[in-house]
């Protein structure tokens, strides 16, 4: 938690921002994974949590603009849950800490909401708030709908990090540059992929750090959120690691890796790897206040296209086969997402509005996944991870369909079906005059990998 002036601080400016109205913040509930006690590791709501702070369960909490009124919802502890957890704050004392005085049983938020004229809240990600939303409100699950005025002004403040968040972020981004760095040294032939995501997340647990998702390691990087570990890894295979740590504080890294092996990579493995590597070079010089980050995807894509002209892969022009769409054949994902609080910035409040500022997103296979296109602007936290991936399954469906014919050489790509996929990845800062890399440099390139290797 920060210190209390930052989130009485944030939670004002929200309030000129949406300017009326009872905002609802419903923060996250305990949730059975096979029976009630046994439950998944909790997670606090992050827009609960960048307003409110409290990483605790069971609580909820309202700002009545129009009142300038600020209470959190919840319940005591009884002895029934001292004896099992221990002596914790009392909700006042947890409150006090935020600079909230107002504090009342969770069964009053009712009550308040009915005596409220407009009621604001986001969009919900859970069965639980789905369904408190219908108790609390008598709306319908799947009939909600979130405030766009709260939604925006959330974004806004969420999307340009400040420099006690930049802080938290970077501490995260070195844990996670730890853990790939132990999972380049410690790959071998023999190994299985689960040995090596547990020193990955054994890293993490050192630094008093949680995953901010689910480790990918695989050999098939081809498939790209691939998280079962089962596989042997043999020599002339590689791993794509794709993982990161979060801080005790909520704020995440998320950095991905591909390695050899082996000592080194093989040369077919090189030619593509470099590929890759020059795409996310060409993409990280780009970055500064004021470019569309759609710009940047475009040129890194573009770049990707003309590695496949050298290998024979792709005909013509780069620029016209990605304004076809056919680089999506190589790269289908997106370029980069915002990353702060949660590893995919406020996906939950939804693309249009994190990565799009309001507008629409592309349809089209492959650039439809980009999940940020907005203009850059200082404060913005994002990743860069461009990939070149060979899928059988697209490859076949593509050729049987006879798409793209005029750029993509089918016969030549037969050749590449069983190479799998490659991906690294960074996290980098919008400064005022370009941008910074966050957390410790992993390794990059082939030549920067070997030496580690």
Same mark, same amino acid.
């Given at each position: 938690?920060?210190?209390?002036?930052?989130?009485?601080?944030?939670?004002?400016?929200?309030?000129?921002?949406? !300017?009326?109205?009872?905002?609802?913040?419903? !923060?996250?509930?305990?949730?059975?994974?096979?029976?009630?006690?046994?439950?998944?590791?909790?997670?606090?709501?992050?827009?609960?949590? @960048?307003?409110?702070?409290?990483?605790?369960?069971?609580? $909820?909490?309202?700002?009545?603009?129009?009142?300038?009124?600020?209470?959190?919802?919840?319940?005591?502890?009884?002895?029934?849950?001292?004896?099992?957890?221990?002596?914790?704050?009392?909700?006042?004392?947890?409150?006090?800490?935020?600079?909230?005085?107002?504090?009342?049983?969770?069964?009053?938020?009712?009550?308040?909401?009915?005596?409220?004229?407009?009621?604001?809240?986001?969009?919900?990600?859970? $069965?639980?708030?789905?369904?408190?939303?219908?108790?609390?409100?008598?709306?319908?699950?799947?009939?909600?709908?979130?405030?766009?005025?709260?939604?925006?002004? /959330?974004?806004?403040?969420?999307?340009?990090?400040?420099?006690?968040?930049?802080?938290? +972020?970077?501490?995260?981004?070195?844990?996670?540059?730890?853990?790939?760095?132990?999972?380049?040294?410690?790959?071998?032939? !023999?190994?299985?992929?689960?040995?090596?995501?547990?020193?990955?997340?054994? /890293?993490?647990?050192?630094?008093?750090?949680?995953?901010?998702?689910?480790?990918?390691?695989?050999?098939?990087?081809?498939?790209?959120?691939?998280?079962?570990?089962?596989?042997? +890894?043999?020599?002339?295979?590689?791993?794509?690691?794709?993982?990161? $740590?979060?801080?005790?504080?909520?704020?995440? !890294?998320?950095?991905?890796?591909?390695?050899?092996?082996?000592?080194?990579?093989?040369?077919?493995?090189?030619?593509?790897?470099?590929?890759?590597?020059?795409?996310?070079? $060409?993409?990280?010089?780009?970055?500064?206040?004021?470019?569309?980050?759609?710009?940047?995807?475009?040129? %890194?894509?573009?770049?990707?296209?003309?590695?496949?002209?050298?290998?024979?892969?792709?005909?013509?022009?780069? %620029?016209?086969?990605?304004?076809?769409?056919?680089?999506?054949?190589?790269?289908?994902?997106?370029?980069?997402?915002?990353?702060?609080?949660?590893?995919?910035?406020?996906?939950?409040?939804?693309?249009?509005?994190?990565?799009?500022?309001?507008?629409?997103?592309?349809?089209?296979?492959?650039?439809?996944?980009?999940?940020?296109?907005?203009?850059?602007?200082?404060?913005?936290?994002?990743? +860069?991870?461009?990939?070149? @991936?060979?899928?059988?399954?697209?490859?076949?469906?593509?050729?049987?369909?006879?798409?793209?014919?005029?750029?993509?050489?089918?016969?030549?790509?037969?050749?590449?079906?069983?190479?799998?996929?490659?991906?690294?990845?960074?996290?980098?800062?919008?400064?005022?005059?370009?941008?910074?890399?966050?957390?410790?440099?992993?390794?990059?390139?082939?030549?920067?990998?070997?030496?580690?290797?």
């Amino acid at each position: 938690m920060f210190e209390k002036d930052i989130y009485v601080r944030r939670r004002a400016e929200l309030k000129k921002r949406v !300017g009326s109205g009872t905002l609802l913040f419903l !923060g996250n509930d305990e949730c059975g994974c096979n029976y009630a006690d046994n439950t998944y590791p909790f997670r606090q709501d992050s827009t609960f949590l @960048y307003y409110f702070g409290l990483p605790y369960d069971g609580l $909820a909490a309202v700002i009545d603009i129009d009142n300038d009124q600020e209470i959190i919802f919840g319940d005591e502890l009884t002895i029934d849950h001292i004896v099992w957890m221990g002596t914790q704050p009392t909700l006042h004392e947890k409150a006090h800490l935020v600079g909230v005085d107002n504090v009342r049983p969770s069964a009053d938020l009712r009550s308040w909401l009915d005596r409220s004229l407009q009621v604001r809240y986001l969009p919900v990600y859970r $069965a639980e708030h789905r369904l408190k939303l219908w108790r609390l409100l008598g709306i319908m699950p799947g009939e909600e709908k979130p405030s766009a005025e709260f939604i925006r002004a /959330v974004v806004d403040m969420r999307n340009h990090k400040q420099p006690e968040e930049i802080a938290e +972020i970077e501490k995260a981004c070195d844990v996670t540059s730890d853990m790939h760095i132990a999972a380049t040294k410690a790959i071998r032939p !023999g190994m299985y992929e689960y040995e090596v995501a547990a020193i990955i997340e054994q /890293v993490a647990a050192s630094a008093n750090c949680s995953l901010s998702f689910p480790t990918i390691c695989t050999i098939n990087g081809q498939t790209l959120h691939n998280h079962y570990h089962g596989n042997r +890894i043999n020599e002339g295979d590689m791993v794509l690691i794709d993982a990161g $740590a979060e801080r005790p504080s909520g704020y995440a !890294g998320d950095m991905s890796s591909t390695v050899c092996a082996g000592k080194i990579f093989t040369s077919r493995q090189k030619a593509v790897y470099d590929i890759q590597v020059a795409s996310h070079l $060409a993409a990280v010089e780009m970055l500064r206040p004021g470019v569309p980050f759609v710009k940047v995807y475009e040129r %890194a894509s573009e770049v990707i296209c003309a590695g496949m002209r050298d290998l024979g892969i792709l005909n013509g022009d780069p %620029a016209e086969a990605v304004a076809a769409g056919a680089h999506a054949m190589f790269f289908q994902c997106g370029l980069g997402h915002m990353m702060g609080l949660d590893v995919h910035d406020m996906e939950n409040l939804g693309e249009e509005f994190v990565g799009y500022g309001g507008k629409p997103k592309s349809t089209q296979f492959g650039r439809k996944s980009l999940r940020l296109g907005r203009e850059l602007e200082e404060g913005f936290v994002l990743t +860069i991870e461009p990939g070149v @991936y060979f899928i059988p399954e697209l490859i076949d469906l593509w050729k049987g369909e006879g798409r793209f014919k005029e750029f993509i050489n089918y016969d030549e790509l037969e050749k590449w079906r069983g190479f799998g996929g490659i991906r690294n990845e960074e996290d980098y800062l919008i400064t005022a005059t370009g941008s910074r890399r966050l957390g410790k440099k992993i390794p990059l390139t082939t030549e920067e990998v070997e030496a580690l290797r």
